[in-house]
């Protein structure tokens, strides 16, 4: 079965350091991987999209890679900071069902 | 300010009374969609529209019906909630051009006693 793995740890990481979150998938070939944070009782936040034929992509202090051989898709927050403590969630468009599947998401904590 | 929203942010209801969920969005969107979020399920899949008139079934539809009748609004509609659709509820909208990010509501926890 088709399925969106996301580490249901949290992640407890010192300020300054580089938060590496990740996203493991079996049983799809998704067009696309999209990255979003969400904070209590909000709704996600687009942060970044990464298509299937790139292998990294960057954004600000955010950089998401993609490798479709592992079937993985890691995002990093590089300096990290207190305020990008949030749930961050992975999304796989497949393009066989024209849905947008989420994971459930993996909760960063930034100390100071 | 471009954005997707949502009423109302709670609603508390009593078994069986029917009940519409609102969304509009502002930024003239061809897709839209409908999640719930809940503790260790994560967002899943109401309905969504690919457009005016066009609705589909996401992976849980039961229980709920929506419609799009203009561009900018796609109600969720409970005709008979259960204490088992007791959730936080997100609408989403996306444009054109495949590979964009989705613009999400801010939420409406609803409650059913």
Redesign the interface.
């Known amino acids: 079965s088709q399925k969106i793995e996301q580490n249901s740890e949290a992640l407890n990481i010192q300020e300054g350091k580089t938060a590496t979150l990740t996203c493991n998938y079996t049983n799809y070939s998704p ?2 991987l ?1 990255w ?1 944070r969400q904070d209590p ?7 970044l ?1 990464i ?1 299937e034929n790139e292998k990294e992509k960057r954004k600000e202090r955010l950089k998401v890679t993609f490798d479709t051989t592992l079937k993985q898709s890691l995002f990093h927050i590089t300096a990290s900071q207190p305020a990008d403590s949030a749930t961050y ?1 992975c999304a796989l ?1 497949s393009s066989n069902t024209g ?7 993996t909760t960063l904590q930034v100390k100071p | 300010e471009a954005q997707v929203t949502q009423n109302p942010r709670y609603l508390i209801t009593v078994t069986g009374k029917k009940l519409t969920v609102t969304c509009s969005q502002n930024m003239n969107h061809e897709y839209m969609s409908w999640y719930r979020q809940d503790p260790g399920l994560g967002l899943r899949q109401i309905y969504y529209s690919m457009n005016v008139e066009v609705t589909d079934k996401g992976d849980v539809p039961e229980g709920y019906k929506v419609s799009r009748k203009e561009k900018r609004n796609f109600p969720l509609i409970l005709e008979s909630p259960s204490p088992n659709q007791t959730s936080l509820y997100f609408c989403a909208s996306k444009g054109t051009g495949g590979a964009i990010g989705y613009t999400f509501g801010s939420g409406t926890r609803l409650t059913v006693v």
């Open positions: 067009a696309y999209q979003y009782g909000r709704g996600p936040v687009f942060l999209l298509r969630l468009y849905k947008l599947i989420f994971g459930q998401g």
